[in-house]
């Protein structure tokens, strides 16, 4: 079955900084990657998905690439800001309706004010 | 957006009660939702998988008699945590799958619900 792995598990980073998240998978099938961000005490909130007709995507500060070949997929933040701080969640799955998501292990995020 | 509301947000009980869960799609319909516990700084264990008007299927190592799952329409399906006992307490997340249109397949979560057992 598919694994995902996800690195670092911790991550600190002066805020207006970047932060760099990465994931690597192992189901060469997998063809669609969410990423999620979750606050203390919530659930996790999509923010940025991609899927494997593209390499790289997009939204405002947010930007996520996809390797098919190595089977890695990257968060990348810009302009880091103290609302970024949170736990960030990578996942793989095959896209379809009924499909189930693996999560990687989490990276928790903290800007440095 | 997909919206998707839990219920309760929190709850206490006392050991060996039953607790339900509920989680609504509110905005769209879900042919699939899942089910995931979460235990303090750890990823979400996927607990089951939950399709509308048939029974679930529970991941290896879930007892399906002590979390029974009902999808009983497009939009909800409960997590019910039979004869509780203080291991049990966690937070339990739900989410559903877009059926239909664009974003198919796209999960979106639940709030969760913040399980303790006294």
């Known amino acids: 079955g598919e694994n995902v792995e996800q690195h670092p598990s911790t991550l600190s980073v002066q805020e207006g900084d970047s932060a760099v998240i990465k994931c690597t998978y192992s189901d060469s099938a997998s063809n669609y990657f969410p990423w999620y961000k979750q606050e203390l005490g919530k659930g996790p909130q999509l923010i940025i998905d991609i899927r494997s007709n593209v390499g790289e995507k997009k939204d405002q500060r947010i930007a996520v690439t996809l390797n098919k070949t190595a089977k890695h997929f990257s968060l990348h933040i810009t302009e880091t800001q103290p609302e970024d701080s949170a736990v960030y969640f990578c996942a793989a799955s095959i896209n379809s309706s009924a499909s189930k998501i693996i999560f990687g292990s989490g990276t928790r995020l903290s800007i440095r004010p | 957006g997909a919206v998707v509301s839990q219920h309760p947000s929190r709850v206490i009980c006392k050991s060996g009660t039953s607790v339900k869960i509920e989680c609504r799609s509110l905005d769209f319909q879900a042919t699939t939702m899942f089910w995931y516990r979460q235990f303090p700084k750890q990823s979400l264990m996927l607990m089951a998988t939950?399709?509308?008007?048939?029974?679930?299927?529970?991941e290896q190592g879930v007892e399906k008699d002590k979390f029974l799952i009902n999808h009983a329409s497009l939009t909800l399906s409960t997590l019910t945590v039979t004869s509780a006992h203080p291991e049990d307490s966690s937070f339990y997340i739900c989410?559903?799958?877009?059926?239909?249109?664009?974003?198919?397949?796209?999960?979106?979560f639940g709030p969760g619900t913040r399980l303790l057992v006294l």
């Open positions: 989410s559903g799958n877009r059926a239909l249109g664009r974003s198919l397949g796209t999960q979106y």
């Open positions: 939950s399709n509308e008007g048939s029974k679930a299927t529970y």
